[in-house]
Every structure is written in C-alpha cells, then in structure tokens.
C-alpha cells in the first residue's frame, strides 16, 4: 500500500478539471496519489449548454472526454456519484463504495436554486447538464411537431416561457431567436404564432452589467422576436406557465424553462459543511473553515473580496482561476509550503445572443458589440480549451475557425 498523500478532487466541471490537471503537472508522482471522482466519464461545458438547450448545437459538441486531457498514468479516474463527505472521518460516500483522503477538493457543481417560488421544482425545465438539456432540446421540437401534425391545437403549446433574465437566461433566448425560425420553417409553421417570453424580477436584464450594454442586448433580442417581463416577478409555476406580477397575470407555454440562479450541490450541505446563501463561505486560501485539509471551489463556495466586502463573482472565468489557486496550495500543503490568497483577475465578460451577436466588456471595462463581442466570446471558450486540453482540444472542440 502507498504512503503517500492521498488527493481526492470530486467533480469533473471547471474547477475541478482544472484542478486535477494543475496538481499532476505541478506535484511528482512521487509526492501524492492524485483520484478524480465524477459521475459521468465525460466534462462538460456548462457555459455552452444553453445552446444544446435550443438546439442550435449538438450534446458531443459540449462534451469532453475526461480521458482524453487528463493524463492516466498520473491520475486515477474514478467513475461515480458522491453521497456523502465524512469529513471529521476523511472519508467519501460513493453510490458504489468509498474513499479515503489526505486531501480533498470539493468541485460537485452546482443545482437550480428555485428561490422558493411554489412550482419550479415541479413543472420547470433546468438548463443544469447535458441530459436535462437534450431534454429541453427535444421537449421544444415535439411541442412543434405536435402542433404541425394537428395532435394540439392551441398555439399556447408552442410558447416558450423562460424564468430570468440573467446570464444563462439571456444567452438561451438568444439561442432560440436563431432556432424557432429554423423550426417553423422545418414544421411549416407562421412565426408570429410562437412567443418567446423573458419573466425577471429585477428592474433590467443581466443585472450588473452596463446600461448602455443592457440596452444593446433587450434591443438586438426585442428586435429578433423576444418578450421581455421586466420588473416582474415569479408568483408561482403551475403544469401551463408562470403567475406573474402583483396583479397574478397568468402566462401559458407548452415549454417553461428556469434560469434563475444556481446553488451549491446538495451533497455539501447533506454532509454538514455550514451553508450560506446556498453555498459555503471559505477562507481566502480556498479551505473550509476550520478543515486544513480540506477545499471546496467553483458553484459549491464563495470566496470573499474582503476590499468590496462581498463574494467574488461566481462564473466560469472564477473557478478556473480558483482551481490554479487551490492547486497550487495543495501542493504548498504537501510541501510544507506558505499558501496563497485567492484573488480574482477579471478580464471581462460577454454574453452571447444568439447567432453572431454579443455583447459585454474585456480588460479595462472596453466594451464590445456585435460581431466583435462574438469573436471575442468564441476566443474566450477556445482559451478554457486549450488550458485544458492544449492545442488539440481547440481544433477538436474550438469555436474559433483557422482554416
């Protein structure tokens, strides 16, 4: 049996991707036993799926297989799902047995938090993977050919009704600005007959971002077929569509998808680790309070910006940073080494809408429109790629084309 530390990293998203990645290029095989444990035997890209939702690309093109950028003969891949983390014990539940850990990262991904609006566990759709949204994929085709061959004759199935208006929300009805024309053109169905509506609380779209960015991205939207509820909330979900507003309007749709907001993986909160706000609250370094040994990352944790007084931003772009950072501590923690702060280096965000629109800031807060804000997303995926997969993965998997 190995004497070696043993690094357990759970969750096969970004961070924990990236994570595994970092740690068997930065620690000797002599240094730890390092075991990825995920569900499924392929990663996801959970900022694309939004376009498998609509349909406008396919499930293999979002999807990775681990194998394929994680070096095996130095990481130990370890299919199943995670029921509970013992953590006084240093043990993980699995469905199909258990582990023990010297060291253990917490990347377990996030689930749809409802925010308590009575029927949205229920009677919405998730944009939360690759299968719930295939499903979404498919449930907006049949509603169309449902309707095309007669079997339903309200137009209100052919609605589709989306739950928020932030990132997520915003890019799939971009998405479905460019697939509902190709789907009624393919059911020969009139395009007026098919209402795409956007319901959010907030005062605006995509809360946080610029006004003048908020208001090239309602209007490019509006102008390709998309409803917008703004400053109208959610009351309640039922089996047709949403109860919105302080009047109780009822809006029906043969499709309702949420959006709204995401929360840390049940798993962390089962196991006793203290919840706030939905996700658990670490320390600078990226540990849990009171476990050295222990870190959790990417949707399961908040980091605190102790200049801003609030979290850090919770996306992508944050948790492949955090995973170089909690990396590069497990390593210092085996090596009796003085661990790093997480500090956040923001260099933008864009948010797609569809087609070859976009929209949002890089660098220095320098905005960026159109085509050029669509370059520049694609170039932005394409980096995560080649953190991950080098080269390779780029031209495999890459939105950005060289030839």
Same mark, same amino acid.
């Given at each position: 049996?190995?004497?070696?530390?043993?690094?357990?990293?759970?969750g096969?998203?970004?961070?924990g991707?990236?994570?595994?990645?970092?740690?068997?290029?930065q620690?000797?095989?002599?240094?730890?036993?390092?075991t990825?444990?995920?569900k499924?035997?392929?990663?996801?890209?959970?900022?694309w799926?939004?376009?498998v939702a609509?349909?406008?690309?396919?499930?293999n093109?979002?999807r990775?297989?681990?194998s394929?950028v994680?070096n095996?003969?130095?990481?130990?891949?370890?299919?199943?799902s995670?029921? *509970?983390?013992?953590?006084? +014990?240093q @043990?993980?539940?699995?469905?199909?047995? /258990?582990?023990?850990? #010297?060291?253990?990262?917490?990347?377990?991904?996030?689930?749809?938090a409802?925010f308590g609006?009575?029927?949205?566990?229920?009677?919405?759709?998730?944009?939360?993977n690759?299968?719930?949204?295939?499903?979404?994929r498919?449930h907006?085709?049949?509603?169309?050919?449902?309707?095309?061959?007669?079997?339903?004759?309200?137009e209100?199935?052919?609605n589709?009704l989306v739950?928020?208006?932030?990132f997520?929300?915003?890019?799939?009805?971009?998405?479905l600005?460019k697939?509902?024309?190709?789907?009624?053109k393919?059911?020969?169905?009139?395009?007026k007959?098919?209402?795409?509506?956007n319901?959010e609380?907030?005062?605006?779209i995509?809360?946080?971002?610029?006004?003048?960015?908020?208001?090239?991205?309602?209007?490019s939207? *509006?102008?390709?077929?998309? +409803?917008? @509820?703004i400053?109208?909330?959610i009351? /309640?979900?039922?089996? #047709?569509?949403?109860i919105i507003?302080e009047?109780?309007?009822?809006i029906?749709?043969?499709?309702v998808?949420?959006?709204?907001?995401?929360?840390?993986?049940?798993?962390?909160?089962?196991?006793?680790?203290?919840?706030?706000?939905?996700?658990v609250?670490v320390?600078?370094?990226?540990?849990?309070?009171?476990?050295?040994?222990i870190?959790?990352?990417?949707?399961?944790?908040?980091v605190?910006d102790?200049?801003?007084?609030?979290?850090?931003?919770?996306?992508a772009?944050?948790a492949?940073q955090?995973?170089?950072?909690?990396?590069?501590?497990?390593?210092?923690?085996?090596?009796k080494?003085?661990?790093?702060?997480?500090?956040?280096?923001?260099?933008?965000?864009?948010?797609?809408?569809?087609?070859?629109?976009a929209?949002?800031?890089?660098?220095?807060d320098?905005?960026l429109y159109?085509?050029?804000?669509?370059?520049?997303?694609?170039v932005?995926?394409d980096?995560?790629?080649?953190?991950?997969g080098?080269?390779?993965?780029?031209?495999?998997?890459?939105?950005?084309?060289?030839f």
């Open positions: 049996m190995s004497n070696k530390p043993k690094i357990l990293v759970l096969a998203g970004y961070a991707m990236m994570t595994t990645k970092r740690l068997s290029q620690l000797r095989p002599d240094e730890a036993d390092i990825l444990i995920n499924h035997n392929y990663h996801y890209l959970t900022t799926l939004h376009e609509a349909g406008t690309t396919t499930p093109s979002s990775v297989m681990i394929d994680i095996t003969k130095r990481v130990q891949l370890h299919f199943d995670v029921v *509970e983390i013992k953590k006084d +014990e @043990r993980v539940i699995l469905e199909n047995g /258990e582990l023990s850990y #010297d060291y253990l990262v917490i990347a377990l991904g996030f689930e749809t409802t609006i009575p029927g949205i566990k229920e009677h919405a759709l998730k944009i939360e690759i299968d719930s949204s295939r499903h979404i498919d907006i085709e049949f509603q169309f050919a449902r309707y095309s061959s007669g079997a339903e004759k309200s209100d199935a052919l589709i739950g928020g208006a932030g997520t929300g915003i890019e799939f009805v971009g998405e600005a697939r509902v024309p190709e789907l009624c393919e059911y020969n169905i009139d395009r007959k098919v209402r795409i509506i319901v609380a907030a005062p605006t995509l809360p946080g971002f610029d006004d003048d960015l908020v208001e090239y991205g309602q209007k939207l *509006e102008e390709r077929g998309i +409803e917008f @509820r400053g109208a909330k009351q /309640e979900c039922t089996e #047709d569509g949403f507003g009047n109780y309007e009822e029906n749709a043969g499709t998808v949420w959006t709204g907001g995401v929360q840390a993986n049940p798993v962390v909160g089962s196991s006793g680790f203290d919840i706030i706000k939905g996700k609250t320390n600078n370094d990226l540990r849990v309070p009171n476990y050295e040994n870190f959790i990352i990417g949707d399961c944790s908040w605190m102790k200049e801003n007084d609030r979290p850090f931003p919770a996306n772009q944050s492949i955090e995973a170089e950072t909690c990396a590069t501590n497990v390593k210092a923690l085996i090596r080494e003085s661990l790093q702060d997480f500090s956040f280096d923001y260099k933008g965000t864009v948010a797609s809408l569809g087609g070859s629109d929209m949002g800031t890089i660098f220095d320098k905005k159109g085509k050029k804000a669509k370059a520049m997303k694609n932005i995926d980096r995560y790629l080649f953190l991950v080098g080269p390779k993965l780029v031209l495999k998997k890459g939105k950005v084309k060289f």
